[in-house]
């Protein structure tokens, strides 16, 4: 096992990290910016109106992008099953 080849499974692995990771993310971000932005016109400043509409929009995207991303981890698992012999052998 080589060096290139840990770090060919390594950099898919963050590749992978960022894509699972970014539907929720950036539905947080939105969700959040909207939230701030509708808090800074009315000056209502009140924690709960700031978590509990993230909490709902993030928990919606998961139910949403949840297979996809289930699918995506299972590919990428077994693409790393399929790569064993070839790291293994030289």
Do not use: C, N, Y
């Amino acid at each position: 096992m080589d060096t290139a080849a840990i770090l060919d499974i390594g950099l898919d692995a963050m590749v992978l990290a960022a894509k699972l990771s970014a539907p929720l993310l950036v539905t947080a971000l939105v969700v959040g910016f909207a939230v701030s932005l509708l808090q800074s016109i009315t000056q209502v400043q009140e924690v709960t109106l700031s978590f509990v509409p993230k909490a709902i929009a993030v928990a919606a995207a998961l139910l949403i992008a949840g297979h996809w991303m289930i699918a995506e981890t299972v590919a990428f698992t077994q693409e790393l099953f399929a790569r064993i012999p070839s790291l293994l052998g030289g």
